[in-house]
C-alpha cells in the first residue's frame, strides 16, 4: 500500500490559457507551443525539486496528453511516476477528453496511475446519473486493465446551498463537508479509486470523510488554487490522519513563477528554481507535521 504521494499537477488545459497565459479566445498553433514550452519549465522544477530527496518513489506528476506529451516522454525516460487524466478539461460535467476512444488513449501511454475529476454535488441529481454511468464504464475498463485510480472530487455549492450560506466560506464550513460524504457514498456504489484527491476541511471533519471512503482507499489533498496560507491549514488539519498520505497541489505553486515568466520578469531557468523550491517546501512541510504526530 502506498504511505506517501506528492503529486505537483499541470494537467490544466482551458484554464491553462486563460489563467496563466492571459488568452481570452480561443488558442493557436503559437499559443500551443507556448503553453507545452510552460508546461517543461513546471517540469524541470520537479526534476530539481527531486534533487532534495533520497528517492523518486513518493512523487509524481499529472499531466495531459495534449499539451504535455513532451513532458510524459521525459516522465517516462527518467522513470518519475506518472499520472494521466482522462476527462474533457473545462466541463462541469465529466466526459472523456477522447469520448469512447479514452481506453485507447491511456493503452497508449502506460501511465503509472489513471486520474478522473467529477463536480459532483448529490443535489443535482439528473447530471449525477450520467456521470455515474460514465464512471461505471471508467471502472468497467480498469477492472481488465488494473490501472490505479486518482478520483479528484470537487463539491460545489448549487444556487440554493449559496441562498442557504450566502457565502462560499461558510458553505465551505458547514455544507460541504456532508455534502462530500454523500457524493462520495454514491461515487463508489460506481467505482472504487485507490486514491480519493480531496478538498481540504476542518480538522473535526475528517474523521466522519475518512469513514465514507473504502478502507484500502487512501487520500491525498488538493490544493484549489488556493493562497499559500490556506492549503498550510488544510494540510495541518489532514496532518493527523494516517489514511492522508500527502497532497496534489498545482496552481498554488506554479501560477505565480508562469505568470512571471510569461510577463518577461523571470528567466526560464528562474521560474523553474522558483517552481521546484515552492513544490521541495510543501513537501518538506507535510513531512514535518508528519513527523511531529
Known sequence: MIKNLFILPFDHRKSFFKEIMGIKGKPGPKDVKQASELKNIIFSGVELALTDFSSKKDFAVLVDEQLGLDVIKKAKKE??????????????????EFGKKFAEHIKKIRPDYVKVL?????????INEKQLEKLAELE?????SKYPLVLELLV???????????????YDLKLRPGKTIEAIKEIKEKITPDI?????????????IIKSINKKSRIIILGRGEEQ??????????????????????????????QLYVKGDLTKKEAALYIGLKFSYFVDFWNKLKNEK
Not at 467529477?118 to 439528473?126: A, E, F
Not at 460545489?156 to 461558510?170: S, V
Not at 480519493?196 to 474523521?207: A, H, N, Q, S
Open 79 to 96: 522513470k518519475i511516476a506518472l499520472c494521466l487524466p482522462v476527462e474533457k478539461s473545462g466541463q462541469q460535467d465529466f466526459d472523456f
Open 118 to 126: 467529477i463536480r459532483y454535488n448529490p443535489d443535482n441529481k439528473k
Open 140 to 144: 468497467s475498463f480498469r477492472k481488465k
Open 156 to 170: 460545489p455549492a448549487t444556487r440554493q446551498n449559496l441562498k442557504t450560506c450566502k457565502t462560499e466560506n461558510n
Open 196 to 208: 480519493w484527491k480531496l478538498e481540504g476541511f476542518e480538522k473535526k471533519d475528517w474523521p466522519s
Open 229 to 258: 496560507a490556506r492549503v498550510e491549514k488544510w494540510l495541518k488539519n489532514a496532518s493527523a490522519f494516517k489514511e492522508i498520505i500527502g497532497f496534489a497541489i498545482g496552481r498554488t505553486i506554479f501560477e505565480e513563477p508562469l
